[in-house]
């Protein structure tokens, strides 16, 4: 059976849309944040009341251009809106603006891995546009209630091209579009917010075709769970179908994540006709040269660039790099963090396993976290010198320096009795009371068993309350077992 | 039955200097425009009088102008209605309209607050055709005003209500909008100053919309000083409106000469056109000749655009209103209808039975010029015309100061004449819409009698884009050429 399902490839383009994370509205001074007590983030003008008009937020602009510029689109300059017209209870003014005929950002790409390897996504275009209000319809029985917080909240719709094979592709683009824009800090990229949300277009064809089948659009998935769900469903829909004689049907669907399955929402033929046309209330936005090399220069370092670095230069494993560049907060850390040591293995290991549990833990962000780069350096240094012992620095060392961080970790450690000793009189006495607490052991030893080293390794550590050096310590236990 | 009379007052200075002098007290003013509007009821000008209002507002300006008359705003003592489609805070606005019986805007236009904040006196907001859509302010839901020279004729329109308040001596200064020369035609069906100034010079928001990249704020008064005040206080940049210009307002009121000889283009099409009624072409001819000889240049030009700017006209402003309406739903606010039972019907109703004939009618051909496979067709057409007929008209301002052209192809007709045929009701736009395709500035000003009806016939001048200084100075001197017959 599955070698049908075998013939076929899966054909994804993706419109995501993006809820720009700017203080205010798109067209207006309303309050733009998720949340708030239903209609309490709105206006005259958000309300669509008579003689009101949009002015526009420069910074929706700015962010669109940021995201352009990252994903190395062709900037439009020249910004015109236009008006998209509909009928809808949340749509307050009865059209949504937003941009037609020339979008702000035109091309670019985006890289993405899988499984199946690394590959580029292309972006067909970032359009501007504003969000509609919430409709809720399950709150009483005979009517609807509408929320109109979100009516007006700034939107960029990413539209990509149809290169995407796989759920997994899919999920992978997402989780990298989700990375860059909280990177950029043009958006919070929460899906369960619905900051970021997406259509999915699915259309399959037999593997080697150069035309693409008909597609299926899929409306408003709101998590990477459905939008996967979603897929595998409507794939197997459409080859079902196409393997019965039957042929696929242009059309917007709906997802419903409690039946797993996908409905028709509307057809081609009923298709909305929106009559675009150019928004007359709002002149033609410029973004000049200089702005743009402005915001060009105000680019943060970007995902890709810093796990490059880590990678590459840092020579850090895959894994490593994944953790510390998931988070533009933690790689900017981090790559601080390793202009202060030349141990950046080491440093990739306190920030995984120490640092990021404890701010997590605590729900600080990284930057706050209360040891500065030059003493985490220098307490690396200590267990790298074996000064402190690797399991002494990070259960006690560490705990003690986060409490007093204006310590230098050598003088704290030295307070605190943790710096590792080789010193010969204090070890010749700890490894003579352990062979003489071990005669058995000793004998067995002596016998051939070597692997008691490892034995004879901890008593020691035991009885030096860590401080032993561990290589001064093995050659002396050596040397007196073996005398 | 009231016909116009010769107005109390004609300009704010005369009221300002007699309150000034003692010899008026504020109330005293707002209580004769009060008895006029009562005196003129069957002519249907107002939709809603503020008259305690207006009354504790003079009682107060009479208070401060004891104290200290010189902290008074620059417009204490004038009285002002309002056209219906103009937001004034915490007053109802409906233009003209069902579906927006009992709103209550939140908040005034731009125009209305600046006026307000020179202590002008609003006393009412006047009738016009719903949501400005009309040339004789039969289409409103209100009933039709009638013209006060003749109340069996239209007033014109929309802002009809706007023009007869001035004809009938109800107030000193009405503020209209103009989208196809809403202002200037009814104006010159009234005898009074109709006046629209360059589009973005005075700030739209609060201006109920119709043909947003049309519309513009415009002045009926009965003198040009006062409009000139007016559009002096009214203009400039709103960081609610961003089509608004940024441009510096000049001191219009205080620029009033006009000494140099003017360069003055008229279309022999427009003249020759076979709608123009041969009475208003004998006033336009009266004045071209009495323009020559005070050594005015005035010359016939060649316009071959005449008979595109009607259809484009109203492709696009059809195509802007059946967006801008769109809002007017029955779901937030105005009138929904009780007899829906799904959103679906909501809107149906709602709008079928809020919106009269004439807005239906609109918004159906808005619709129809947008939609797929028509928009280029018609739409993107009619840009084409829009911005040919701008570089033409920009052409002539390159050699002329003005364009001459009637205001409207004849005087005011009579109360439903034209409601059965609305295309030969939109060609009687054909003399204002052009400034408003252009977006330039244009006045229209009391030029004469009518020879055989007796009825007022305007005259419209033209500007460049942002030359309302000069066109107001030039309009001044013209009034003070012609006096008011």
């Known amino acids: ?483 | 039955m009231e016909v116009a009379t010769q107005p109390k007052y004609s300009q704010i200075e005369q009221v300002q200097r007699d309150l000034r002098e003692g010899k008026l007290t504020c109330v005293q003013v707002v209580e004769y425009y009060l008895d006029r509007i009562e005196a003129s009821r069957e002519l249907n000008i107002y939709i809603e009088v503020y008259a305690e209002e207006a009354l504790a507002k003079a009682k107060a300006i009479d208070e401060r102008l004891q104290e200290n008359a010189d902290d008074l705003g620059r417009l204490f003592g004038v009285v002002v209605s309002l056209k219906d489609v103009l937001c004034y805070k915490d007053h109802q606005v409906t233009g003209g309209s069902k579906i927006l019986t009992g709103f209550t805007s939140m908040f005034s236009a731009t125009g209305v607050e600046r006026v307000v904040e020179e202590d002008a006196i609003i006393i009412g907001r006047v009738n016009c055709d719903e949501f400005a859509m009309g040339s004789t302010t039969e289409n409103s839901y209100y009933g039709p005003t009638r013209n006060a020279a003749d109340p069996s004729r239209v007033p014109g329109g929309s802002s009809g209500g706007s023009a007869v308040a001035v004809q009938a001596d109800t107030c000193l200064v009405s503020l209209g909008t103009d989208t196809g020369g809403s202002v200037r035609q009814p104006a010159s069906f009234c005898g009074v100053v109709g006046f629209k100034p360059t589009y973005g010079r005075i700030s739209r928001y609060g201006l109920l919309a119709y043909g947003s990249s049309f519309d513009q704020l415009g002045v009926l008064a009965q003198s040009v000083s006062d409009t000139a005040l007016f559009l002096e206080i009214m203009a400039g940049p709103d960081e609610f409106d961003s089509t608004a210009s940024q441009r510096a307002v000049e001191p219009y009121a205080s620029n009033l000469s006009f000494e140099r000889k003017a360069k003055i283009a008229y279309f022999g099409s427009a003249l020759d056109h076979p709608s123009l009624d041969p009475g208003v072409r004998q006033v336009c001819q009266g004045l071209i000749d009495q323009l020559r000889t005070e050594g005015h240049t005035v010359e016939a030009v060649d316009f071959d655009y005449l008979d595109y700017i009607i259809p484009a006209y109203y492709v696009l402003t059809t195509a802007e209103a059946s967006s801008n309406l769109s809002r007017y739903d029955g779901i937030r606010y105005g009138y929904r209808s009780a007899n829906a039972t799904n959103l679906m019907e909501t809107y149906k109703k709602s709008r079928t039975e809020g919106f009269g004939t004439e807005v239906k009618r609109r918004i159906m051909l808005g619709t129809f010029v947008l939609s797929a496979g028509y928009y280029d067709a018609y739409y993107t057409k009619a840009q084409k015309a829009r911005k040919l007929i701008q570089e033409k008209t920009f052409e002539i301002f390159e050699a002329y100061d003005f364009i001459l052209l009637p205001a409207a192809p004849g005087p005011a007709w009579h109360l439903g004449d034209n409601v059965d045929d609305p295309v030969a009701m939109y060609l009687a736009d054909i003399f204002t819409v052009q400034a408003n395709m252009v977006g330039i500035p244009a006045i229209c000003l009391p030029a004469g009698t009518h020879p055989e009806e007796g009825l007022p016939v305007g005259v419209q001048f033209m500007a460049n884009r942002f030359q309302e200084a000069d066109l107001l100075a030039f309009s001044q001197k013209v009034m003070d050429a012609f006096p008011k017959s």
């Open chain 1, 1 to 483: 059976m599955s070698e049908i399902y075998d013939k076929y490839e899966t054909v994804i383009g993706l419109e995501v849309h993006v809820q720009l994370s700017t203080a205010s509205k798109a067209f207006c001074g309303d309050d733009a944040r998720f949340g708030g007590d239903p209609n309490t983030h709105i206006s005259t003008i958000s309300l669509g009341h008579p003689g009101t008009l949009p002015m526009l937020n420069k910074k929706q602009v700015e962010y669109a251009v940021r995201l352009g510029l990252a994903l190395g689109s062709e900037i439009n300059q020249t910004n015109n809106f236009d008006r998209k017209n509909y009928f809808y209870a949340d749509l307050p003014k009865g059209y949504q603006i937003t941009q037609d005929l020339r979008p702000v950002c035109v091309g670019g790409s985006l890289n993405i891995k899988t499984e199946a390897g690394e590959k580029s996504i292309r972006i067909h275009h970032i359009h501007m546009e504003e969000d509609a209000g919430k409709s809720i319809h399950d709150m009483a029985p005979r009517s609807s209630w509408i929320d109109l917080n979100r009516a007006g909240v700034p939107l960029l719709e990413i539209v990509t091209e149809p290169d995407m094979r796989s759920a997994a592709e899919v999920d992978a683009f997402m989780t990298g579009m989700r990375q860059l824009v909280r990177y950029l800090e043009v958006s919070d990229g929460n899906m369960q917010e619905g900051s970021m949300r997406c259509d999915c277009n699915v259309s399959v064809r037999l593997k080697g075709a150069t035309t693409y089948g008909e597609r299926c659009e899929i409306k408003n998935l709101n998590s990477m769970r459905y939008a996967r769900q979603a897929i595998k469903f409507e794939v197997k829909r459409q080859i079902d179908l196409l393997e019965s004689g039957g042929q696929v049907e242009q059309q917007t669907l709906n997802f419903d994540p409690a039946t797993g399955v996908t409905s028709p929402l509307r057809s081609k033929e009923d298709a909305h006709d929106y009559r675009y046309f150019p928004e007359p209330d709002l002149p033609p936005v410029i973004v000049s040269d200089d702005h743009l090399v402005q915001i060009r220069e105000h680019l943060p370092p970007l995902p890709w660039e810093l796990e490059k670095h880590f990678q590459t230069q840092l020579g850090l494993s895959e894994y490593d790099t994944k953790i510390l560049s998931e988070e533009k907060a933690t790689g900017l850390y981090f790559r601080d963090l390793v202009q202060h040591t030349k141990n950046f293995k080491g440093a990739a290991n306190l920030v995984i396993n120490k640092i990021l549990p404890y701010c997590q833990e605590q729900g600080i962000s990284i930057t706050s976290y209360p040891i500065g780069h030059q003493h985490l350096a220098d307490f690396i240094s200590l267990i790298e010198e074996g000064k402190v012992s690797n399991t002494i620095a990070y259960q006690k060392l560490l705990p003690a320096l986060v409490e007093a961080p204006n310590q230098a970790p050598l003088a704290l450690a030295k307070q605190l009795n943790l710096i590792q000793s080789a010193d010969e009189d204090f070890l010749t006495q700890l490894v003579a009371e352990v062979i003489e607490a071990n005669p058995d052991k000793v004998a067995t030893y002596k016998k051939g068993k070597k692997g008691l080293l490892g034995f004879f390794m901890g008593e020691v550590m035991k009885r030096s309350k860590g401080k032993a050096e561990p290589k001064s310590t093995n050659a002396l236990l050596r040397k007196m077992l073996d005398s």
